[in-house]
C-alpha cells in the first residue's frame, strides 16, 4: 500500500515530442558519415571518403538551424554536435590524409594527425564558451573567431579534392598535406575573424539571382563534383581577408559609438540643471 501511494505521488514524466530528437538524428547520422569516411580512407576508396566528410558537413550545418526551427534546442544537443564535429572534423580528416600521403613520413607523419586534432579541440572549446556569454557584441553572430571545424575539414583535404581531377602526383605530396595541416590548424585556433553566414541580409531584389545561383552551383555539384568543390573552398580562402577588413571597419564603428555614448553620459553629468 506504501509503495503504490509513493508511485502515485511521483511526478510523470512528460512525454518528448519526435520533433525534438530530429536535431540529434542528424547529427548521429553525421557521427556515421564521419567514421565511415575513416573506414573507405583505410580501403583507400578516397573519393568515397571525401564524400563522407561532405554529408557530414551539411549535416551539421542542417542539424543547429531544425533544432532552432523546431524549438528543440538543448544543452544535451549542443554537447553531442561537439562531439560528432570532433570526429567528423577534427579525427577523420587528418586520418584521412595519414592514409593518403603523410605515412609516407614514417612515424613523424602522426604528428601531422595530432596536430591538427589538437588544434579542432581547442577550437571546438573555444566557440562552446564563447557560445555562453550572456551579453556578445551585436555583431558577433555575423563572424566566427578563427576557420570553424567543418571548413578547416574542407581546407585541410584540398589537395585531395584536387588530386581526383588535376596533379594527382603533386598533390599527393606529403610536404603539401603537411603543410596545409599545419596552416589550417593554425587557423582554426587564431584570432583570425570568418565570415559566419548565418545572419547574412539580403534585399528582396536579390532573392531571384541567389536563387539563379544556387541552382548553378547545385547542377555543377552534380556534374563537375570536385571542381566545383574545389572552387568553393578556394573562395572561402579568399573570403578571408575581406572578412578581417569588414571586422575591423565594424569593431572601429561599434568603438566610437561607445565613446560618444561615454562622452554623452558626461556631459549629462556635468548639466547644472
Same mark, same amino acid.
Given at each position: 500500500?506504501?509503495?503504490?501511494?509513493?508511485?502515485?505521488?511521483?511526478?510523470?514524466?512528460?512525454?518528448?515530442?519526435?520533433?525534438?530528437?530530429?536535431?540529434?538524428?542528424?547529427?548521429?547520422?553525421?557521427?556515421?558519415?564521419?567514421?565511415?569516411?575513416?573506414?573507405?580512407?583505410?580501403?583507400?576508396?578516397?573519393?568515397?571518403?571525401?564524400?563522407?566528410?561532405?554529408?557530414?558537413?551539411?549535416?551539421? @550545418?542542417?542539424?543547429?538551424?531544425?533544432?532552432?526551427? &523546431?524549438?528543440?534546442?538543448?544543452?544535451?544537443?549542443?554537447?553531442?554536435?561537439?562531439? /560528432?564535429?570532433?570526429?567528423?572534423?577534427?579525427?577523420?580528416?587528418?586520418?584521412?590524409?595519414?592514409?593518403? #600521403? *603523410?605515412?609516407?613520413?614514417?612515424?613523424?607523419?602522426?604528428?601531422?594527425?595530432?596536430?591538427?586534432?589538437?588544434?579542432?579541440?581547442?577550437?571546438?572549446?573555444?566557440?562552446?564558451?564563447? @557560445?555562453?556569454?550572456?551579453?556578445?557584441?551585436?555583431?558577433?553572430? #555575423?563572424?566566427?573567431?578563427?576557420?570553424?571545424?567543418?571548413?578547416?575539414?574542407?581546407?585541410?583535404? *584540398?589537395?585531395?579534392?584536387?588530386?581526383?581531377? *588535376?596533379?594527382?602526383?603533386?598533390?599527393?605530396?606529403?610536404?603539401?598535406?603537411?603543410?596545409?595541416?599545419? &596552416?589550417? /590548424?593554425?587557423?582554426?585556433? /587564431?584570432? %583570425?575573424?570568418?565570415?559566419?553566414?548565418?545572419?547574412?541580409?539580403? #534585399?528582396?531584389?536579390?532573392?531571384?539571382?541567389?536563387?539563379?545561383?544556387?541552382?548553378?552551383?547545385?547542377?555543377?555539384?552534380?556534374?563537375?563534383?570536385? %571542381?566545383?568543390?574545389?572552387?568553393?573552398?578556394?573562395?572561402?580562402?579568399?573570403?578571408?581577408?575581406?572578412?578581417?577588413?569588414?571586422?575591423?571597419?565594424?569593431?572601429?564603428?561599434?568603438?566610437?559609438?561607445?565613446?560618444?555614448?561615454?562622452?554623452?553620459?558626461?556631459?549629462?553629468?556635468?548639466?547644472?540643471?
Amino acid at each position: 500500500m506504501a509503495d503504490e501511494i509513493q508511485a502515485a505521488k511521483r511526478p510523470r514524466r512528460a512525454r518528448m515530442s519526435i520533433n525534438v530528437m530530429i536535431p540529434n538524428m542528424l547529427t548521429l547520422i553525421a557521427l556515421c558519415s564521419g567514421l565511415t569516411a575513416i573506414r573507405y580512407a583505410y580501403e583507400q576508396q578516397w573519393e568515397y571518403a571525401a564524400l563522407a566528410i561532405l554529408a557530414a558537413a551539411i549535416l551539421d @550545418a542542417l542539424d543547429g538551424r531544425m533544432a532552432r526551427l &523546431l524549438k528543440g534546442t538543448s544543452k544535451f544537443g549542443q554537447e553531442l554536435d561537439s562531439l /560528432s564535429d570532433m570526429l567528423c572534423f577534427g579525427v577523420a580528416p587528418p586520418m584521412m590524409l595519414y592514409f593518403w #600521403s *603523410l605515412k609516407d613520413y614514417g612515424r613523424y607523419g602522426w604528428i601531422f594527425v595530432l596536430v591538427f586534432a589538437v588544434g579542432c579541440a581547442l577550437r571546438l572549446a573555444r566557440f562552446n564558451t564563447a @557560445a555562453e556569454d550572456p551579453d556578445p557584441p551585436a555583431w558577433a553572430a #555575423s563572424f566566427f573567431t578563427g576557420v570553424p571545424a567543418p571548413a578547416a575539414a574542407g581546407l585541410v583535404l *584540398l589537395p585531395m579534392i584536387v588530386s581526383f581531377y *588535376l596533379w594527382e602526383d603533386a598533390m599527393r605530396h606529403p610536404e603539401l598535406s603537411a603543410i596545409m595541416t599545419v &596552416l589550417v /590548424s593554425g587557423l582554426m585556433v /587564431s584570432a %583570425v575573424p570568418t565570415y559566419s553566414f548565418k545572419k547574412v541580409g539580403l #534585399s528582396p531584389k536579390m532573392v531571384l539571382p541567389l536563387m539563379i545561383v544556387v541552382g548553378l552551383v547545385i547542377a555543377s555539384m552534380l556534374n563537375a563534383p570536385w %571542381v566545383t568543390l574545389s572552387g568553393i573552398l578556394t573562395a572561402y580562402l579568399i573570403s578571408i581577408p575581406f572578412a578581417v577588413r569588414a571586422h575591423r571597419a565594424i569593431s572601429k564603428r561599434a568603438g566610437a559609438g561607445d565613446l560618444l555614448d561615454d562622452d554623452a553620459s558626461d556631459d549629462d553629468a556635468t548639466v547644472p540643471f
